[in-house]
Structures are given as structure tokens and as C-alpha cells.
């Protein structure tokens, strides 16, 4: 069964600190990972993309991880803004067709 | 630049009552084209996609249907709303799949149901 599963659900940090989200998947076969932000009430917005062959992508503060053997991606975000407050979802497409998993998202909470 | 529109913002319907959600979009053509429900707390569900006019795949059995009149325009609609279609939907579109790799989706507003 194709599935991608997040954690922690929720999580509060500090503003300045850092936090890294983690997301398992059994989608297959695999052909890309992607990382959203969704703020509050808002649509989701990429982050970062990463296919079979990159294990690491940066945007920014954030930087993507997979390891396509163990199925686990991370999301690391550094030096955290009260702007990085959202959810974020982690996406698993299987090639060949539109089969495409979402994770049930990550809360982020940054105070002040 | 490819903008995707969706109305209206938020919407509160009575049980039993019709539903009619329009998104469109701007700045390219021949769009996939999808409609998510998000459940508060849950991941997105994928309830219809489209790859040309008129033609509606449903990913779900549901209260629900879909139709894309134009090459940029998908509808999501009810005859009757159920308490249970309350939610946050999201139109969504991407460009043509290439063989064996999924294109990004870009995301709408979303739209706020409240089903009383």
C-alpha cells in the first residue's frame, strides 16, 4: 500500500533554532520527493524536489534529504524565523501516472 | 507567469443545499488539472483530475463531481451537500507529465466549506 508518514505532527521551537521533520514513504515504483510549506489557510507551496538519484537539496534555510534505500526523507530548517510557522508536507509521486501520496503534514510552531 | 485562481474564499452552505467551486487558471496551456479536499489536521485527498477538456478522472466515490468546461477552467460541484463535505479544497494544476516523472503541482487559494 503507498503511503508516506510524517513526524513528529507537531513540533515548537524557538525562533533561531533549528528543527529537522522527518518523512517515511513505501510509494512505488518512486519517482520524486517533494517538500511543501502550507501556511494557514493557504494553498501549498514546493519547497524543494528531489528525484531517485539526489539526496540532497537546498532552498534557503531548507535543506531536503532522501535516502531512496531506507524510504525516509527529512526536511532540516536552520536558524528558524517566526515566518517558518506552517505545516509541512511531505510528497511522494510514483512514476507512470498520476499516483501521487501526501504525508498529513508537520505542524511548526516558531516563538518569539 | 502561470497564476491559478480559485473563489470563492470561504463559503458556508446549509445541508442539502447545491455547490458550485470554480478555479482557473492563467499563463499556460493545456494544464493538468486536480481537485484536493483537506480534512483539518489531515494530508490533501485527491478527489478529481483532469488532462484535457471534459475529460474527469475521480479518484474517490463521494457526494461529488467534477467537470472542466474549458481548457482552463475546472468546476468541482454537488446537487446536494452532506455535513461531511465541510473541508478546505484546493485546486491545483501542473504541466504535461513526461514519461515516468511527475511534474510539480502548483496550488490555488483553497476554498473554506462549512457545511451547517
Known amino acids: 500500500k503507498n503511503q508516506v508518514e510524517q513526524s513528529p505532527q507537531s513540533l515548537i521551537i524557538l525562533e533561531g533554532k533549528n528543527c529537522t521533520l522527518q518523512?517515511?514513504?513505501?510509494?512505488?515504483?518512486?519517482?520524486?520527493l517533494r517538500w511543501y510549506k502550507q501556511d494557514t489557510g493557504r494553498g501549498p507551496v514546493s519547497l524543494t524536489i528531489?528525484?531517485?538519484?539526489?539526496n540532497t537539496k537546498s532552498n534557503g534555510r531548507y535543506t531536503a534529504t532522501l535516502d531512496a534505500d531506507t524510504k525516509q526523507s527529512s526536511l532540516h530548517i536552520t536558524a528558524s524565523q517566526l515566518s517558518d510557522s506552517a505545516s509541512y508536507i511531505c510528497?511522494?509521486?510514483?512514476?507512470?501516472?498520476?499516483?501521487?501520496?501526501f504525508g498529513a503534514g508537520t505542524r511548526l510552531f516558531v516563538k518569539a | 507567469s502561470q497564476t491559478i485562481h480559485q473563489w470563492p474564499a470561504t463559503l458556508v452552505q446549509p445541508v442539502g443545499s447545491p455547490l458550485s467551486l470554480e478555479c482557473t487558471v492563467e499563463?499556460?496551456?493545456?494544464?493538468?488539472l486536480y481537485w484536493y479536499r483537506q480534512a483539518a489536521g489531515r494530508g490533501l485527498q485527491l478527489l478529481f483530475y483532469?488532462?484535457?477538456?471534459?475529460?474527469i478522472s475521480s479518484e474517490v466515490p463521494q457526494n461529488l463531481s467534477a467537470s472542466r468546461p474549458q481548457d482552463r477552467q475546472f468546476i468541482l460541484s454537488s446537487k446536494k451537500l452532506l455535513l461531511s463535505d465541510s473541508g478546505f479544497y484546493l485546486c491545483?494544476?501542473?504541466?504535461?507529465?513526461?514519461?515516468?516523472?511527475?511534474?510539480?503541482?502548483?496550488f490555488g487559494p483553497g476554498t473554506r466549506l462549512t457545511v451547517l
Open positions: 491545483a494544476w501542473s504541466g504535461r507529465l513526461t514519461t515516468g516523472v511527475q511534474s510539480e503541482q502548483f
Open positions: 518523512c517515511n514513504y513505501t510509494v512505488s515504483p518512486f519517482s520524486n
Open positions: 528531489m528525484t531517485f538519484s539526489e
Open positions: 510528497v511522494v509521486s510514483a512514476s507512470g501516472g498520476f499516483k501521487t501520496i
Open positions: 499563463g499556460t496551456s493545456n494544464p493538468n
Open positions: 483532469s488532462v484535457g477538456i471534459g475529460q
